[in-house]
């Protein structure tokens, strides 16, 4: 049902066009002034408002003209007998009110004024989903010939042991050349819209297998995976096929940021990793809010500090605290804690000194394409 509210200090006039609306199947509301409609524009939404010029203030203008900041759907229709033309010109120019209706009028021109603004924005509204419907389409088509062509790509960003600083592995980074996903989160969040989540692992398992080709044999492969990937078995083991013959190269990073505890199958596919050699990370430790669970739970191999705690650490002892704390937990849990984010020296030679057992972060290396070939 339409809810429409009626703005007028005239008491039997509101009473009329409440009686008129109403036998024609609206919902209908009234106010008698600007504070009072204001009022309930803020309690309720409505789909019209028809508010006349000359009411106690503030006016139907400064009301038509608020109300299209907190109801920008409802339609907004003026009416007045004593009109001024520029004031009402300028206020439909900027969008303030649909339409005009004059005073005095009978019953057919206001069910004709509020019919027609319904039907308007009815016709707006159905060329704006249109238009969603179009722009969604377009991006799952992009999205298809970004995973079908060679757009994406894997960057490298060493991580270094914290005691000599000898390069011990790589995390892999997923980097997009396409024109319509300029960001690696562009990517996943369109792979995340379209349900194409497996799509963008597989492409990226791809890319994985080919670079172990290529590296080094003793280097570990850090590669992350969305904890939604691990809802469906049959891509898990189909992926695990792929690159079962590195998995003891590969550490599959798991992000604290999710909630990955709620996800259906996510023990099964992790025994499932585990057994076939894979190791576990749990990547972002700190910046969500299921730590110690998901340690306890994932049996991890690797806990990885989120850069956001290594950023001036050499200054802030809370954080320091904390580092010596969670190097704590990971040596309880028999994980590595490595340490992302590390820009400086002083960085480095806290964390170090505070239990981290490997290090990552721009002063090692920025992740980069093509490392080695």
């Known amino acids: 049902m339409t809810r429409i509210l009626v703005v007028d200090d005239d008491a039997g006039l509101r009473d009329v066009l409440r009686s008129i609306l109403l036998r024609i199947g609206h919902d209908v509301e009234t106010a008698a002034d600007g504070v009072e409609a204001l009022a309930k524009a803020g309690a309720g939404d409505y789909d019209a408002a028809v508010v006349d010029y000359q009411i106690p203030p503030p006016n139907g203008l400064d009301v038509l003209n608020r109300l299209r900041e907190v109801q920008p759907k409802c339609v907004r229709l003026l009416m007045s007998g004593t009109l001024d033309l520029p004031v009402v010109v300028d206020a439909v120019n900027r969008g303030e009110i649909a339409r005009v209706i ?138 695990l096929r792929l690159l079962g013959p590195w998995a003891r190269r590969i550490v599959i990073e798991i992000t604290e940021r999710a909630d990955v505890l709620q996800i259906m199958n996510w023990r099964r596919a992790v025994e499932f990793l585990t057994d076939a050699g894979f190791r576990i990370a749990v990547d972002d430790l700190g910046a969500g809010y299921n730590s110690l669970s998901v340690l306890a739970e994932l049996h991890a191999a690797f806990v990885k500090v ?43 030679a806290v964390v170090t000194r505070l239990g981290a057992d490997f290090l990552q972060g721009y002063l090692f290396g920025r992740p980069t394409v093509g490392l080695f070939g």
Not at 130 to 139: A, C
Not at 184 to 209: K, Q
């Open 102 to 239: 004059r005073k005095p009028f009978d019953k057919q021109t206001i069910t004709d004024a509020l019919g027609g603004a319904l039907t308007g924005r009815a016709k707006l509204r159905d060329a704006y989903i249109g238009s969603l419907r179009e722009g969604f389409d377009q991006q799952r088509r992009q999205l298809e010939e970004c995973l079908s062509s060679d757009a994406l790509t894997l960057a490298l960003q060493p991580i270094v042991s914290a005691g000599d600083r000898a390069v011990v592995g790589y995390e892999a980074l997923l980097r997009s050349s396409h024109l319509a996903f300029d960001s690696p989160l562009a990517v996943v969040s369109a792979a995340e819209s379209h349900g194409m989540l497996g799509r963008l692992a597989d492409r990226v398992a791809e890319c994985v297998a080919h670079m172990l080709t290529v590296m080094p044999a003793e280097v570990t492969l850090f590669i992350n995976a969305h904890p939604a990937e691990l809802n469906d078995m049959e891509d898990v083991s189909r992926r």
């Open 306 to 348: 989120d850069m956001t705690i290594a950023r001036n650490i050499d200054s802030d002892s809370r954080k320091q605290r904390l580092v010596e704390l969670l190097a704590h937990v990971a040596k309880a849990t028999q994980a590595k804690l490595i340490v992302e984010g590390i820009e400086t020296h002083a960085e480095a």
